[in-house]
């Protein structure tokens, strides 16, 4: 497995493995496929201040990880929300660990400080993911999405990348 920055090349592949997400499970709240151009206009944000990186198996793509934002506001610019979406015919064999392993080595390099994951729930399979990779539950928010005709609950993970790096800024 090869693990590498993303290029806006991807972002056909990225597109055909979200989509699937996007269509058939609550796990992201956005309702309506997205396309190729709009997939290349969120990853170049990314690309320009953040960090999108891959992960592919014999020069196919089977899944991505990206930290941004957490929120416009200056204070919040120490903190960053993390995502990772893997093919579903290769979770389980450890991609996801090593793909979101470097995520975080790069917001620690970053001098990032907090990185939050926003979890639909119930999805037992990423909140377990995230509490192996060193996240903890910090809160729920009840009913603030609505997809498929239900509310849907948000769990709010958070990982401290770096205890000392205020008092070094």
């Known amino acids: 497995m090869k693990i590498r920055r993303a290029e806006i090349s991807d972002a056909a592949a990225i597109v055909e493995l979200y989509n699937w997400y996007i269509v058939n499970t609550s796990i992201t709240f956005e309702t309506e496929p997205i396309s190729v151009e709009e997939m290349k206009m969120r990853m170049e944000e990314k690309l320009d201040n953040y960090d999108w990186l891959v992960a592919e198996i014999d020069d196919v793509l089977v899944g991505y990880a990206y930290y941004g934002s957490f929120r416009s506001r200056a204070a919040y610019q120490h903190t960053v929300e993390s995502t990772i979406y893997l093919s579903r015919e290769f979770k389980g064999q450890g991609i996801g660990s090593r793909l979101y392993k470097e995520l975080i080595d790069s917001a620690k390099n970053k001098k990032y400080r907090e ?55």
Do not use: R, T
């Open 115 to 169: 990185m939050l994951a926003v979890i639909a729930i119930p999805n037992p399979e990423s909140i377990s993911f995230h509490k192996k990779m060193g996240f903890l539950e910090v809160g729920v928010m009840k009913k603030i999405g609505y997809k498929f005709n239900c509310y849907v609950d948000v769990s709010f993970l958070q990982k401290s990348l770096c205890d000392d790096l205020m008092e070094e800024q």
